[in-house]
């Protein structure tokens, strides 16, 4: 039941974070990075909170003893604020360390969704193979439905809300209450935990009724993040828009091109064009080429704002890449 229980984790986490990934149309954040939040995700962030869980936990088992009110209280109270910060460690780190690859409130989004999906899919695995252990088959059939489809998507939302207050200290550089911004998102991320696990932890006592509050949080908390990823791909279109043109007048890139970049639906058919006519080298080049022309623009938007000397220089080296890739793809 180990390996099967390893299967149901790991195949929807996959998934889930491809579907994340396909979410990014305009300028893919790099694999090495991503599969690195992930990773983080389902390794330190687990073994950390696992820690710190039992560490804060104990005063409760103290006081309530090793029963069912003890486990709620810890699940309630504690892990909230425990895995949050464990997974929330990352993000500062992309922010420290890789701060230049984000470039808008929606790879912030991404990364949370990341780490949160990795931490999903380890902590999935120990729930499963104990709960087998405990209830048998059925109960497993249960938790997998729960945990999986229902709530798949929960550790993804929670740490998206730390990931958009990230972005907001890289993007807002000017406003002074930026930095207010990460506490906040990781507030609303134990919020969202705690509600969640509240729920779940009184399920015995309030029956079905436990299923609104957690559903109405789940859902509701994920439509909204959708809705602002929404919002952000389209705000991302408008800066290619806006920045790229200049660039079809400098000569940089044509028309066609311009029409491309600014295009998810057509960059996808140029990159079939080029698979089917130049292989995959050619396919690979000209996802390279169209993003950078989308780091580009997002480059000029943020001197554009700020008037930073590096932004220049980065620019020029952008455009040096830029025009390498067009002489291949001519």
């Known amino acids: 039941m180990i390996v099967l229980s390893i299967f149901a984790a790991v195949i929807p986490a996959l998934l889930y974070a491809l579907l994340i990934y ?10 090495w990075l991503l599969a690195a939040t992930f990773i983080w995700g389902a390794i330190p962030a687990v073994i950390t909170a696992l820690i710190f869980n039992a560490l804060f936990g104990l005063p409760f088992y103290l006081v309530l003893g090793e029963n069912g009110s003890s486990e709620a209280a810890v699940a309630t109270f504690v892990a909230p604020l425990v895995e949050e910060s464990a997974k929330g460690v990352a993000l500062l780190l992309v922010l420290f360390f890789w701060r230049s690859q984000i470039d808008s409130l929606l790879d912030g989004i991404i990364y949370g969704s990341m780490i949160g999906i990795g931490f999903a899919m380890v902590e999935n695995i120990f729930y499963f193979v104990t709960v087998f252990d405990e209830g048998g088959f059925e109960a497993w059939q249960s938790t997998f439905i729960l945990r999986v489809i229902i ?13 958009l207050g990230i972005a907001v200290v890289r993007i807002y550089r000017d406003d002074p209450l930026r930095f ?7 507030s609303v991320a134990v919020v969202l935990h705690f509600i969640h696990n509240a729920s779940a932890s009184l399920g015995d006592t309030l029956g079905g009724l436990v299923c609104l509050p957690m559903l109405g949080n789940a859902w509701g908390g994920g439509l909204i993040t959708v809705a602002i ?13 806006t920045y790229l043109r200049e660039e079809v007048h400098n000569g940089l890139i044509t028309i066609r091109q311009y029409e491309i970049a600014t295009s998810s639906w057509r960059r996808i058919g140029a990159h079939i064009d080029l698979f089917s006519s130049r292989g995959i080298r050619g396919y690979t080049r000209s996802v390279r080429f169209y993003d950078r ?11 554009d704002w700020y008037h930073d000397p590096r932004t220049l220089e980065q620019m020029g080296r952008l455009r040096e890449e830029i025009a390498g890739y067009r002489q291949f793809l001519a």
Not at 22 to 31: G, I, M, Q, T, V
Not at 180 to 186: F, I, Q, R, S, Y
Not at 293 to 303: C, D, F, G, N, R
Request: proline content about 4%.
């Open 22 to 31: 396909a979410f990014d149309r305009y300028e893919k954040e790099p694999l």
């Open 151 to 163: 709530f798949g998507f929960n550790h993804a939302l929670f740490t998206s809300m730390t990931g």
């Open 180 to 186: 207010l911004a990460p506490v906040a998102g990781w």
């Open 229 to 241: 990823m929404i919002w952000s791909l389209v705000q991302e279109r408008r800066w290619l828009q």
């Open 293 to 303: 022309l989308s780091k580009l623009a997002y480059l000029k938007h943020h001197e």
